[in-house]
Each structure stands twice: as structure tokens, then as C-alpha cells.
């Protein structure tokens, strides 16, 4: 069987007047990500392991902070664009694993909107979307609330045809 792993990783500061976007879920809390487009961490390093597992380069490539196309951009449209750019290649997702690291908010009560929203975007089941959360123990920028990160492991297969 043929199958291809890539991981991705992305941070963003945290600043006042933004709204804190995390697997296309928009949470309530006084600081957002910022960034050129929605800054959501973990959908776009959703997307680099997306696209480092085919070796295609990283987000940055396609929809570059150079561009105003992008100003603003729902990072979840992007990850449909590059959910197709996959299965244009011959490439389905199998399971998407993440871990975004944060002091706060407490991300427990919002996992699975953010699975459903981000299988819904994969035309994934829910069940093969892992997030998980967790604090950085008050250490480094996370810990010091300036921001957050994500860190995501993708499984592409090829797409069988009957």
C-alpha cells in the first residue's frame, strides 16, 4: 500500500481586536490570532502537512502574505482548495492528527465543532480528525499567552476508483 505523511506547524501572536479563530471555530476571547488572513494556527498547519506530504511546498506558496487576494482570508476555504489541489494529484485524506498548544481559552468545550468543521472541509468523517489541546505549563510565547501554535500529522492514500 502507497501512503504519504507530512506534518505541519504553525504559530501566530496573539493581539487585541481579532477574533481568535481555531479550527474554523470562532472562539470567545479578548485576544485573536494575528495574521493576513484569519490566522487560524491550526488549520493551516493542517494545510502544510496537507501539502508536505505530496512535497508540494507549504501554504505560503499558495496563498502568500504578499497578497491582498488572502487579506482576511477563512483559512477553512483554503484548506478546501488545498483538500482539491490533493485529490487532483490522486491523493484522499485518511486521518488528520493535531495538537494546538494554548493557556487560553480552555479548548475542551469547542474539539468537536473544530473536528466537524474540519472534516466537513476534508470530506473527512469527524472520527478521523484528531485535536487535541494543551498548555505550554506557563513556558515560552504560548505559555506567556502571546500566542499559539499548532502542530498537525496528515495520512494520504491514493484514491481507489471501483
Not at 481568535?20 to 491550526?42: N, P, R, T
Not at 487579506?71 to 487532483?88: C, F, M, P, T, Y
Not at 473544530?114 to 489541546?133: I, N, Y
Request: aromatic share 4%.
Amino acid at each position: 500500500m502507497n501512503l504519504r505523511i507530512g506534518n505541519g506547524y504553525d504559530i501566530h501572536c496573539l493581539g487585541r481586536d481579532r477574533p481568535l479563530i481555531l479550527g474554523g471555530v470562532k472562539l470567545e476571547h479578548e485576544l485573536g490570532l494575528l495574521g493576513h488572513s484569519d490566522a487560524d494556527v491550526l488549520t493551516h498547519a493542517i494545510m502544510d502537512a496537507l501539502l508536505g506530504a505530496l512535497a508540494l511546498g507549504d501554504i505560503g506558496h499558495y496563498f502568500p502574505p504578499t497578497d491582498d487576494q488572502w487579506k482576511g482570508a477563512d483559512s477553512i476555504v483554503l484548506l478546501q482548495q488545498v483538500n482539491q489541489l490533493i485529490r487532483d494529484r490522486g491523493w484522499q485524506v485518511v486521518n488528520i492528527d493535531s495538537v494546538v498548544v494554548a493557556e487560553r481559552p480552555k479548548l475542551k468545550p469547542h474539539i468537536n465543532a473544530m473536528r466537524d468543521r474540519l472534516g466537513s472541509a476534508l470530506e473527512l468523517d469527524p472520527a478521523c480528525v484528531g485535536v487535541k489541546a494543551t498548555t505550554n505549563e506557563k513556558l515560552g510565547p504560548e505559555g506567556r499567552e502571546e500566542g499559539i501554535s499548532a502542530y498537525a500529522v496528515a495520512l494520504l492514500s491514493p484514491i481507489v476508483t471501483a
